[in-house]
């Protein structure tokens, strides 16, 4: 899939805590809804049962802390369409969690290489730094996604004096460079995750950003940025 042709990519919703309540047709208008991992099992079961759906579910894992075959089990029972690897730091972390995806489909009697991989690359400074291609690391790839707070926090970047979402740090400048070129080097799109604000025009000046430097389309932190970004 090409990353040049963002109007063609739904955005991603991030939900922080418990899963939202709304209408399957709002939902729709997503690519996908991000929940952690720690999410009920009837939360997760009630959202994938949606009649109609046409989101992917998906629930986000830690890579230094990736769940063990019954946590992957338990999601994939629960009908979650794919998994977040938050602070990817290198292809070895996306393999090892493409093996165990294997091995919890077949437990839980689901397709092989069904469920996808969406991998929260360049927050992890080493991943930044990894020579090692992510092109054909897994089947299941489905996309990068970068979220420059993160990488500015794991460095050590100051808050930017002007307004946040018009300071950018140098080492969140090459991070979101370096995201999109991954991303065109492995054939998947690059999402960026949206700054966290309930701004109109800053959210408007973001996705203008995140369009021309690359990215296929964004991760919204609230549905107020997402029905923004749906309609842009």
Same mark, same amino acid.
């Given at each position: 899939? $090409?990353?040049?042709?963002?109007?063609?990519?739904?955005?991603?919703?991030?939900?922080?805590?418990?899963?939202?309540?709304?209408?399957?047709?709002?939902?729709?208008?997503?690519?996908?809804?991000?929940?952690?991992?720690? +999410? %009920?099992?009837?939360?997760?079961?009630?959202?994938?049962?949606? /009649?109609?759906?046409?989101?992917?579910? !998906?629930?986000? #894992?830690? *890579?230094?802390?990736?769940?063990?075959?019954?946590?992957? +089990?338990? !999601?994939?029972?629960?009908?979650?369409?794919? #998994?977040?690897? %938050?602070?990817?730091?290198?292809?070895?972390?996306?393999?090892?969690?493409?093996?165990?995806?294997?091995?919890?489909?077949?437990?839980? @009697?689901?397709?092989?290489?069904?469920?996808?991989?969406? =991998?929260?690359?360049?927050?992890?400074?080493?991943?930044?730094? $990894?020579?090692?291609?992510?092109?054909?690391? %897994?089947?299941?790839?489905?996309? !990068?996604?970068?979220?420059?707070?993160?990488? =500015?926090?794991?460095? @050590? +970047?100051?808050?930017? =004096?002007? *307004?946040?979402?018009?300071?950018?740090?140098?080492?969140?400048?090459?991070?979101?460079?370096?995201?999109?070129?991954?991303?065109? /080097?492995?054939?998947?799109?690059?999402? /960026? #995750? &949206?700054?966290?604000?309930?701004?109109?025009?800053?959210?408007?000046?973001? &996705?203008?950003?995140?369009?021309?430097?690359?990215?296929?389309? #964004?991760? +919204?932190?609230?549905?107020?940025?997402?029905?923004?970004?749906?309609? /842009?």
């Amino acid at each position: 899939m $090409s990353v040049n042709h963002p109007q063609t990519i739904r955005p991603l919703l991030l939900v922080d805590g418990t899963a939202p309540t709304l209408d399957v047709t709002v939902l729709d208008t997503l690519a996908g809804l991000i929940l952690n991992a720690g +999410c %009920s099992d009837e939360t997760l079961a009630s959202l994938a049962r949606l /009649e109609g759906r046409d989101f992917a579910m !998906l629930a986000r #894992v830690e *890579a230094a802390e990736q769940p063990d075959e019954d946590g992957l +089990c338990r !999601l994939l029972a629960a009908g979650i369409d794919g #998994v977040v690897l %938050s602070g990817c730091r290198s292809r070895a972390d996306i393999q090892k969690l493409d093996v165990m995806l294997g091995v919890a489909e077949a437990r839980t @009697g689901i397709a092989t290489n069904r469920t996808r991989i969406y =991998a929260e690359y360049g927050s992890a400074p080493e991943g930044l730094l $990894s020579p090692h291609r992510l092109a054909e690391a %897994s089947q299941r790839l489905e996309g !990068l996604i970068f979220d420059g707070r993160v990488l =500015a926090r794991a460095v @050590g +970047c100051k808050e930017p =004096a002007r *307004a946040p979402h018009q300071g950018v740090a140098a080492p969140v400048l090459v991070g979101r460079a370096n995201v999109v070129l991954r991303a065109h /080097e492995a054939g998947v799109p690059a999402f /960026e #995750v &949206l700054p966290a604000t309930a701004d109109a025009a800053a959210t408007r000046w973001a &996705l203008s950003q995140s369009r021309n430097d690359g990215f296929a389309s #964004v991760v +919204c932190r609230s549905l107020e940025q997402a029905i923004i970004a749906s309609s /842009e």
